[in-house]
């Protein structure tokens, strides 16, 4: 007997395609993709979940043994536990930020879970897309970590910047409190440099001042590899 199988070729090959389609599309948007069986507490990984997935496909009695295995860092445990909780509940669960621990260290994930009811409106099934978001995380980090820099050095200073000296441009201008009007105008830095001498009472300072802070010298000095300004003149 012979069947002409053609056209069930034909759909096997438009299936193999589009889970193609659907694996290079999550692994280029650095995505993983998890699914829950809420009754029985399993998980399978069905894109490998930033290496751990490889390992283990299928984990069971989930999330305690996440938690127990070290895949959660100790201070993402509590939300961890709060979302499946949710899950078992039937509640929305919340997306949650957390540090994973597959191998090569600890990496920050945005978890997101989709939960499928049965008839009965049974919490019986949850997707989950699992978005690595280390960089964003750490690019935070160091903002607020800059920010707070910023802060600390503005104390009692009436002003701070940022300059180009090549382009005789100012970039950037911050204060810990209001700065004179004045300061949000000027555009280059000899201006900048003549305002902030006006605001130095004393004599003596402000002529050491106006030695130091010329464009061309502060040039020079930066070329020769100096980058003391104030304090190496030993006045």
Not at 82 to 94: C, D, I, N, V
Not at 203 to 219: H, M, N, T, V, W
């Amino acid at each position: 007997m012979i069947l002409d199988i053609t056209a069930r070729k034909a759909m096997e090959d438009r299936l193999r395609r589009s889970e193609a389609r659907f694996q290079i599309a999550v692994r280029q948007a650095g995505i993983s993709v998890w699914e829950y069986d809420i009754p029985a507490r399993r998980l399978y990984s069905s894109v490998s979940t930033q290496g751990h997935g490889e390992a283990c496909p299928v984990v069971e009695q989930v999330p305690q043994s996440l938690i127990d295995s070290g895949y959660v860092h100790p201070s993402g445990v509590k939300e961890f536990q709060g979302m499946h909780e949710a899950l078992h509940r039937g509640s929305p669960p919340p997306a949650v930020w957390c540090r994973s621990a597959p191998p090569g260290g600890y990496r920050w994930e945005r978890i997101h879970y989709t939960t499928l009811f049965d008839d009965r409106r049974r919490p019986v099934w949850a997707v989950a897309i699992v978005e690595d978001v280390s960089d964003q995380k750490y690019a935070e980090r160091r903002c607020m970590q800059e920010e707070q820099l910023r802060e600390m050095l503005s104390v009692d200073v009436l002003i701070s910047g940022k300059v180009n000296l090549t382009k005789n441009q100012v970039e950037e201008l911050w204060g810990h409190r209001s700065f004179p009007a004045a300061f949000q105008k000027v555009q280059d830095c000899d201006g900048l440099f003549q305002l902030m001498g006006e605001y130095l009472a004393n004599a003596e300072e402000s002529k050491r001042y106006r030695a130091l802070f010329r464009r061309q010298a502060l040039l020079a000095k930066y070329r020769a590899g100096d980058r003391g300004i104030w304090g190496s003149t030993g006045a």
